[in-house]
């Protein structure tokens, strides 16, 4: 498969858990990485392999994988977690980049 | 610190060729074992993954973009470069350049962005 399948919308309440899915085949085989993006900026790197946080990247977020499933999760999330967030990955053959099509993130 | 800077016309007409540029400073592009990479992303849309260039030469790219894409690199100036042929409006863009790691064998990662560059398709 050549797809990457994100929520497009998913809202958690200020200080609670949340987790953002990536659904794809490429994840039988790899990990996903996960960027935060805001408005008018170039995505930032939050998580990469296995669960792996860039420098300067809060241990609130954190990354899992299950069968097809890739999960970013962040724990306590705050006013300024409030982003778009996309995965990435490889295809199944391992030759292109994948994105997801993006989860758009509300703290409430 | 690494940079990348992406640079080119922001307005580009129909049928005509995209060409961008990426200027790496900070490190040179051809240390380590990385890829350099473009990525676009339309209006209120997702991120698109363009292609990407090992310093060897060797290239991969989207599969819809394949017969209009073409990405070089330049290492005497520590750049690489984008050429996208007959645009079109759907083409309108923001387009991003990165740096892309291969890691642990099965993952990959881009650390380092460019700020962006929007390229509209207009006549």
């Known amino acids: 498969s050549s797809e990457l399948t994100q929520d497009p919308a998913v809202s958690v309440a200020l200080g609670q858990t949340v987790r953002i899915t990536c659904q794809g085949d490429?994840?039988?085989?790899?990990?996903a990485s996960w960027y935060q993006q805001k408005p008018g900026q170039a995505p930032v790197l939050v998580i990469y392999?296995?669960?792996n946080r860039p420098s300067g990247i809060p241990d609130r977020f954190s990354g899992s994988s299950s069968g097809n499933t890739a999960s970013l999760t962040i724990t306590g999330a705050q006013a300024d977690d409030e982003a778009d967030y996309y995965c990435?990955?490889?295809?199944?053959?391992?030759?292109?980049?994948?994105f997801g099509g993006g989860t758009k993130l509300t703290v409430l | 610190q690494l940079q990348l800077q992406e640079s080119g016309p922001g307005l580009v007409k129909p049928s005509q060729t995209l060409s961008l540029t990426c200027t790496v400073s900070?490190?040179?592009?051809?240390?380590?074992?990385?890829?350099w990479t473009w990525i676009r992303q339309p209006a209120g849309k997702g991120l698109e993954w363009i292609g990407r260039?090992?310093?060897?030469?060797?290239?991969n790219y989207h599969p819809s973009l394949k017969s209009r894409v073409t990405i070089s690199v330049d290492t005497s100036k520590n750049q690489f470069s984008l050429k996208l042929s007959s645009v079109t409006a759907a083409d309108t863009a923001v387009y991003f350049c990165?740096?892309?790691?291969?890691?642990?064998?099965?993952?990959?990662?881009?650390?380092?962005w460019g700020q962006g560059s929007l390229v509209t398709v207009s006549s």
């Open positions: 990165a740096r892309g790691v291969d890691y642990g064998g099965n993952s990959l990662y881009f650390q380092h």
């Open positions: 490429s994840f039988r085989s790899y990990y």
């Open positions: 990435n990955s490889r295809d199944s053959r391992g030759n292109h980049v994948l």
């Open positions: 260039i090992y310093t060897s030469g060797s290239t």
């Open positions: 900070g490190g040179s592009i051809s240390s380590g074992n990385y890829y």
């Open positions: 392999g296995k669960n």
